[in-house]
């Protein structure tokens, strides 16, 4: 059972543009979201949160929205840049327990120069 | 502040081996997790442990175990190795309820 779902496998988008990564999850009780970005040979690293109190969280060049009544998020990247390319992951977790990460199967990123 | 080291790199045993993974966490990250990462998935969580305490555990079976010591250290313990464990496996530690930070992992290859 598959409760973090990444449809999209890999995505390219040019320099410049905005780079759009979704993300659905079927449990509603996970109440925290994160993206972890991973290169090859190196372990994932936090990008950006979001609680399921807000809709939108923005870093820079990184935006999470929310969407709980479809139980979907998004992350956007304007403008990509080349250092972008990589593996995405989102991961969701509980409020209560242990700190377990639920993670989706990942989107690669490329960007085009 | 020297973030997670695991070891070693890449492994290589043979099916029924026993092995174990090591990971050093950062001074006062009480939390560590551990995670399997097959080829082409994302990490799927094996267990974790808080304060030396198995904390939660993931749909692995027994012969995946763990230890987490004093120091901010902990194993993994694989017994029994079956081709199905090769992957990527990942330690995640973090004070208390904050984001994990990740090792670059452990390739195990079972053959």
């Known amino acids: 059972d598959q409760q973090v779902k990444q449809n999209s496998p890999s995505l390219s988008v040019q320099e410049g543009r905005i780079s759009i990564l979704n993300c659905d999850y079927t449990?509603?009780?996970?109440?925290?979201f994160l993206w972890y970005k991973k290169y090859p040979a190196e372990g994932p690293t936090f990008l950006i949160s979001?609680?399921?109190?807000?809709d939108k969280n923005e870093d820079g060049r990184f935006t999470v929205f929310l969407n709980k009544s479809a139980k979907h998020l998004s992350l956007h990247i304007v403008p990509s840049q080349p250092g972008d390319s990589a593996v995405y992951f989102c991961?969701?977790?509980?409020?209560?327990?242990?700190?377990?990460?639920?993670f989706g199967t990942g989107t690669r990123l490329t960007i085009i120069p | 502040e020297t973030g997670v080291t695991q070891s070693p790199t890449h492994l290589i045993k043979t099916r029924g081996q026993q092995v174990t993974l090591r990971c050093s966490s950062q001074?006062?990250?009480?939390?560590v997790s551990w995670y399997q990462q097959a080829l082409g998935q994302g990490p799927q969580f094996i267990f974790q442990?808080?304060?030396?305490?198995?904390?939660g555990r993931g749909n692995f079976p027994p012969r995946f175990s763990g230890l987490q010591f004093p120091n901010y250290s902990s194993e993994l313990n694989v017994n029994a190795l079956e081709l199905d464990d090769s992957a990527l496996y990942l330690c995640?530690?973090?004070?208390?309820?904050?984001?994990?930070?990740f090792g670059s992992g452990t390739r195990l290859t079972v053959v």
């Open positions: 995640a530690s973090s004070p208390g309820k904050k984001v994990s930070t």
């Open positions: 449990n509603s009780m996970f109440d925290y």
């Open positions: 979001i609680s399921s109190i807000k």
């Open positions: 991961a969701a977790r509980f409020n209560f327990g242990n700190e377990k990460l639920t």
């Open positions: 001074s006062g990250h009480n939390t």
């Open positions: 442990y808080y304060r030396e305490e198995e904390n």
